[in-house]
């Protein structure tokens, strides 16, 4: 009877089948990181067998030892199956990290830029499109906005200026004009003047000693100025040689080059002429001032200048400034003692010290030459055709 209970009991008894494998959810499975297991059929509960009661007082026959359960044959692997295509990776999925969006497959009519180098094709140009401030690009790839397009570029004409200043609602428009005038003529408009002596010296030549001066002034603006010029010499205990005085309109034709035109008059011992004058001052490269000028006498004779000399700055106060001058004519003028062509030349150097910018006294040596028939009259006249001066005089500007 016992053996009877105690078999009952262990056919009764699930089987063990180890650890239970974690469950796999639906949103897992989906993403590829796990698979669910197949569903198990569920076997029926079989009635359980009730202890064989004693039916009689006699004394029961031995029962035969129950037979050993033949043991379980194992169980067949399960079928593998495909797995579950692995859904496409959303972008919002792709924004949190949850999966990776694989590049994209390069297009079998791509323009590779080696091969837009040869010109076998043509690489698209790419297209950049703006930011919208109000869709900002983490927020429309997780799906929370969508991006404006970008406006289209109009060509709608602009719109009227400004009528005006918006000033002159406060202060009038008299009052906003008569500023505007003053602010035009502190900044480019404004008249200023200077006057300017370039050489006045006295000059030491062989048994006779003379003075020389060549100046000028002007007044004006950037553009147009009123200039006078004059230069001369003499010596010293004898009335004055020559001298003349221009009167010019100057009008700037570049930032570094001038027009002059006007009259000049001579002064002085011998025939006094009254010319008509054009000319030119220009600031050449390496800081050359450099000028130019035609005279046309009222006696119908034609005369040119050229003058060039160039400030080199030895130290913050030496400076020394070679200086050429040349005269020509274009006839011989017995009355003035000139003969044609190149009548006379001179070249110099001198040496001052600024110890002031505006007053710079300096020493000097000069060569002077007269040529043609210049020189001829000089000589008949009892006159020297040229030499060596030593000069010492002053620059002054004010």
């Not at 950049?128 to 406006?151: F, L, R, S």
Request: hydrophobic content about 40%.
């Amino acid at each position: 009877m016992t053996m009877l209970i105690l078999a009952a009991m262990l056919a009764a008894t699930p089987q063990h089948q180890g650890h239970a494998a974690p469950a796999c959810t639906p949103e897992h499975a989906a993403m590829g990181h796990c698979k669910p297991a197949p569903a198990k059929p569920v076997a029926r509960a079989k009635p359980k067998a009730s202890p064989a009661r004693a039916v009689s007082s006699r004394k029961p026959k031995r029962s035969a030892p129950p037979a050993r359960k033949a043991p379980a044959a194992p169980k067949a692997m399960p079928e593998l199956r495909p797995a579950a295509p692995v859904p496409a990776c959303a972008p919002e999925h792709a924004a949190i990290g949850h999966c990776t969006i694989p590049p994209a497959a390069p297009s079998a009519t791509s323009c590779s830029p080696e091969q837009g180098a040869m010109g076998h094709c043509k690489t698209a140009e790419p297209v950049t499109k703006p930011a919208d401030p109000a869709c900002p690009p983490e927020h429309a790839a997780m799906g929370h906005c969508k991006p404006t397009a970008a406006p289209a570029i109009g060509n709608a004409p602009a719109p009227a200026a400004f009528p005006g200043l918006a000033a002159s609602s406060f202060y009038g428009e008299d009052a906003m004009t008569r500023a505007s005038d003053a602010l035009r003529r502190e900044h480019g408009g404004m008249a200023f003047n200077q006057i300017m002596l370039n050489i006045a010296e006295v000059a030491v030549r062989s048994g006779r000693d003379g003075y020389r001066w060549d100046g000028e002034a002007w007044f004006g603006g950037d553009i147009n100025r009123l200039v006078v010029k004059s230069e001369g010499e003499g010596a010293f205990g004898d009335r004055l040689d020559d001298a003349e005085i221009q009167l010019l309109y100057a009008r700037a034709v570049g930032p570094y080059e001038n027009l002059q035109f006007g009259l000049r008059q001579d002064l002085g011992a011998g025939a006094r002429r009254t010319y008509v004058s054009a000319g030119f001052e220009a600031l050449a490269p390496y800081w050359f001032d450099v000028e130019g000028t035609l005279f046309l006498s009222d006696k119908g004779e034609l005369f040119a200048r050229g003058e060039a000399y160039v400030d080199q700055r030895l130290t913050n106060w030496w400076v020394l400034q070679p200086r050429a001058e040349f005269d020509l004519s274009a006839q011989d003028v017995p009355a003035l003692r000139l003969g044609s062509g190149l009548t006379k030349a001179e070249l110099g150097l001198r040496l001052r010290y600024e110890w002031k910018r505006e007053v710079a006294p300096y020493v000097g040596v000069s060569w002077e030459r007269r040529f043609g028939d210049t020189a001829r009259y000089a000589r008949a006249m009892g006159e020297e055709t040229g030499g060596f001066v030593l000069v010492a005089g002053v620059r002054a500007w004010f």
